[in-house]
């Protein structure tokens, strides 16, 4: 009737074919069906956590939120309805604006890349980053990372990478978590961790240092992979005005995303802070 209807009337067509008129009508009405309801309504909850997340999480980590919400849904349906909606993590590669060409001195890795741990607290591992501003150039992240929560549990920003930043960033973790004598703490051989007023600080509080081998980033690929999930998520999506503003930005990232908020896979998608808060529990 839809083919014929501009040389007939429906009238027409409607008593040659016995229908009635009505039953012609109502059969233009298309009836959504229950299965395109519910890609409806999930699409609805991915596209929140997605903006929640700031468009930071992928098919996987929605999809365990999902879960989690008490939804049940497959990952490849989650998939499905992301890409019909055109929904992805933003990611963008890290940079670095030059590489270290300073010689430098071999040094014990007791680590040797041994990220297990039993409880928190018993190992961390720390680094720099480089944070670009409009105003003030290049600026310095120094972070230390829990390995058994991966929270970081330090942190300090400044325009300079001095010892005082990576001294200010361990004092930080060491005055919040209270670690016991014994601590292992891994980094790589900047001159920052490397200088002797760092060491000093380091043995004054009980802390048995570990170091990564030249030319060797999988040695401290933990504390690398938080920085650069920093540029993919965060970083690599904003220009900063000054020093404050992305000291600022960093603060926000760290303490109200990625400690509190952001799920893990390596950590059964909880938080750092959840999985922190769970071993003080039993312990």
């Not at 929640?52 to 490849?76: D, F, M, N």
């Not at 004054?204 to 990564?212: E, L």
């Not at 109200?256 to 071993?279: A, M």
Request: hydrophobic letters at 30%; aromatic letters at 10%.
């Amino acid at each position: 009737m839809e083919v014929h209807k501009k040389h007939y009337s429906v009238q027409m067509m409607c008593d040659v074919l016995a229908v009635p008129r009505s039953t012609y009508y109502h059969s233009l009405q298309k009836t959504e069906s229950t299965r395109e309801r519910e890609n409806h309504a999930i699409t609805k909850k991915i596209i929140q956590i997605h903006q929640e997340s700031k468009e930071r999480y992928g098919a996987p980590k929605i999809h365990r939120t999902l879960l989690t919400s008490g939804l049940s849904v497959s990952l490849k349906r989650v998939q499905r309805l992301m890409t019909k909606a055109k929904i992805r993590s933003i990611t963008k590669k890290k940079y670095r604006p030059y590489s270290s060409r300073e010689k430098v001195m071999e040094r014990k890795n007791l680590l040797n890349r041994d990220f297990s741990t039993t409880t928190i607290n018993e190992k961390w591992v720390a680094d720099i980053t480089y944070i670009h501003t409009v105003r003030d150039r290049w600026c310095y992240l120094a972070s230390v990372m829990d390995l058994h929560s991966k929270k970081i549990v330090g942190f300090s920003f400044s325009r300079s990478m001095t010892t005082d930043l990576v001294m200010t960033a361990l004092g930080n973790a060491y005055s919040t978590q209270k670690p016991a004598k014994g601590l292992l703490l891994h980094t790589d051989l900047g001159s920052q961790y490397t200088s002797s007023a760092f060491m000093q600080y380091v043995q004054s509080r009980g802390i048995i240092q570990s170091f990564s081998q030249k030319g060797c980033p999988y040695d401290n690929a933990c504390i690398e992979s938080f920085h650069a999930i920093l540029k993919k998520e965060e970083v690599n999506h904003v220009q900063y005005q000054d020093n404050q503003t992305a000291k600022l930005a960093m603060f926000q990232f760290i303490e109200g995303w990625y400690n509190r908020k952001r799920i893990h896979s390596s950590l059964d998608y909880n938080t750092p802070q959840t999985v922190e808060n769970q071993r003080k529990q039993s312990a």
